[in-house]
Nanobody
Framework: QVQLVESGGGSVHTGESLRLSCRSSTSLLNIYAFGWYRQAPGEDRLLVGAIEKDGTTHLRPWTKGRFTISRDIAENTIYLHMDNLQPSDTGVYSC?????????????????WGPGTQVSVFP
């Protein structure tokens, strides 16, 4: 069972950058995809972006080219690099492993949510 640990959040001012890390207990190549999610205060958790097993990345349009997802296979780690942060980016950022669409039970397809890492962006 894959375990994930997020880190790298913090409090920054508008325009600054952060790099979030998600370290996996197992090889990234054993997992269909990894996703980064954000939950802003009072809002549902939403997908920010994802990286597939082959390295293909996807980012939501509202990131406006400011965010990049990358990985270090040797370190079992995926990254979310965020440039030019805005107050609207504030929230708890979590990562999760997607074992693949062949799993109909979401409790099996995805891991339980961990605590995530807080990103606070101040004017």
């Amino acid at each position: 069972q894959v375990q994930l640990v997020e880190s790298g959040g913090g409090s920054v001012h508008t325009g600054e950058s952060l790099r979030l890390s998600c370290r996996s207990s197992t090889s990234l190549l054993n997992i269909y995809a990894f996703g980064w999610y954000r939950q802003a205060p009072g809002e549902d958790r939403l997908l920010v972006g994802a990286i597939e097993k082959d390295g293909t990345t996807h980012l939501r349009p509202w990131t406006k080219g400011r965010f990049t997802i990358s990985r270090d296979i040797a370190e079992n780690t995926i990254y979310l690099h965020m440039d030019n942060l805005q107050p609207s980016d504030t929230g708890v950022y979590s990562c999760n492993a997607d074992l693949g669409p062949q799993y109909r039970d979401t409790a099996v397809r995805f891991r339980p949510w961990g605590p995530g890492t807080q990103v606070s962006v101040f004017p």
